[in-house]
């Protein structure tokens, strides 16, 4: 019985760990695709090159 508990712990904690990474990971996107709009519209194309392979980056993840 003590065994089973400790599978389950171990299954949802790994689940845990799982939904926070990908959190994180559509956070960073969300950020990179904010700054795509943002040096699209100030023509700003140094920077929009750097958060566009930043977003897809994030995205191969």
Request: net charge positive; hydrophobic share 40%; glycine share 4%.
């Amino acid at each position: 019985m003590n065994s089973g508990f400790n599978q389950a712990l171990s299954n949802t904690a790994k689940k845990l760990e799982l939904s926070l990474m990908l959190d994180m990971i559509k956070s960073d996107m969300f950020l990179a695709q904010r700054g795509l709009l943002i040096t699209s519209f100030a023509h700003d194309t140094e920077r929009y090159a750097k958060h566009k392979e930043e977003f897809a980056a994030r995205s191969r993840r």
